[in-house]
């Protein structure tokens, strides 16, 4: 059995060179025998409203196929120019 693993990363600045959008494509492939079993493509995507704010875009599908997104965020917080904690 052999198993794979790709990722694409995409980031998006603004005019500052601030980050503010980041896309990931997960890609796992499972094959025995030469013959592909399983494959698996997730995509992450991380927005960055601000340097003290960071959000996850949650993905979820219904049993009707029906898409709902969602924010998860995490809160930075820092003293001087040094994170010291960050809170979800």
Same mark, same amino acid.
């Given at each position: 059995?052999?198993?794979s693993?790709?990722?694409n990363n995409r980031k998006h600045y603004d005019a500052a060179g601030e980050r503010?959008?980041?896309?990931? +494509?997960?890609?796992?492939?499972v094959? +025995?025998?030469s013959s592909e079993v399983a494959q698996?493509?997730?995509d992450n995507?991380?927005?960055y409203p601000s340097g003290l704010l960071m959000g996850r875009v949650l993905r979820k +599908? +219904?049993?009707n196929q029906t898409r709902l997104f969602s924010l998860a965020y995490s809160k930075h917080y820092y003293i001087g120019s040094e994170r010291i904690t960050s809170r979800t």
């Open positions: 059995m052999v198993q693993f790709y990722q503010i959008v980041r896309y990931n +494509t997960d890609q796992f492939e094959s +025995t025998n698996m493509t997730k995507i991380m927005i +599908t +219904t049993q």
